[in-house]
């Protein structure tokens, strides 16, 4: 079963600055999601990683996926109070239907 | 756009009392499920559906039950409600392949409390 690891789950950052989020997996896996919770609403597909090496950039959010490290990143560029949010990364399990997700990084960005 | 809806946004009952969730996608997509979300424990798979008549248990399928009649409706039963599956209800859907993007897309969550 694929396993996936989110750090940090909590990120607070001022407005302007960087940052990244983490999301390690446990098993091999082709490819990745990323989506993002607002407070009491429902989960929005951000980016889909479908290759190693894959990048994908949407505003100041941009998605990698490195397949031989297990690894997908989530850049932050020049925080805005905008992207406050929880973010989730999610792999399928072997059986190829289910999503499990990490835990997600809840992320307060602040003036 | 791929549309998600689930029939109620807040939801409230008894101990006991039989409860259904609604779900209908209306994209066409072959694969549906439940998922439940709770602080701490992330999204957990309930239950899906990969055709119609056909389910399949995820990994916390205990006190549910699942009907899918048609293509674009999946529904989630709790026989008989109690104070532990007050939670956060989320149904998604996606067309599966090995050249798809095999991305999930989700319904706008049903808040059930269970008093």
């Known amino acids: 079963e694929l396993k996936v690891e989110q750090n940090p789950l909590f990120l607070s950052m001022q407005e302007g600055k960087n940052y990244t989020i983490y999301c390690n997996y446990s098993?091999?896996?082709?490819?990745l999601y990323w989506y993002r919770q607002d407070p009491g609403k429902s989960l929005e597909s951000l980016f889909v990683?479908?290759?190693?090496?894959a990048v994908k950039q949407e505003g100041r959010l941009m998605a990698s996926l490195d397949t031989k490290a297990r690894l997908s990143t989530l850049h932050i560029t020049a925080a805005v109070h905008d992207l406050s949010a929880t973010y989730f990364c999610a792999g399928y399990s072997n059986s190829g239907y289910a999503l499990n997700f990490g835990k997600g990084t809840s992320l307060l960005v602040t003036p | 756009d791929v549309k998600v809806t689930q029939s109620s946004r807040y939801l409230v009952k008894r101990t006991g009392e039989k409860v259904f969730l609604e779900c209908v996608q209306d994209?066409?997509?072959?694969?549906m499920f439940w998922y439940r979300q709770d602080p701490g424990l992330g999204l957990r798979l309930i239950y899906f559906?990969?055709?119609?008549?056909?389910?399949e248990k995820g990994d916390i399928p205990e006190g549910y039950s699942v009907s899918r009649e048609k293509k674009e409706r999946f529904s989630l039963i709790l026989e008989s409600a109690s104070t532990n599956q007050t939670s956060m209800y989320l149904c998604?859907?996606?067309?599966?392949?090995?050249?798809?993007?095999?991305?999930?897309?989700f319904g706008p969550g049903t808040r059930l409390t269970v008093l």
């Open positions: 998604a859907s996606r067309n599966p392949g090995l050249a798809g993007m095999n991305e999930q897309f």
């Open positions: 559906s990969y055709d119609v008549k056909m389910k």
């Open positions: 098993t091999t896996s082709d490819r």
């Open positions: 990683l479908l290759s190693n090496g």
């Open positions: 994209m066409d997509h072959e694969n």
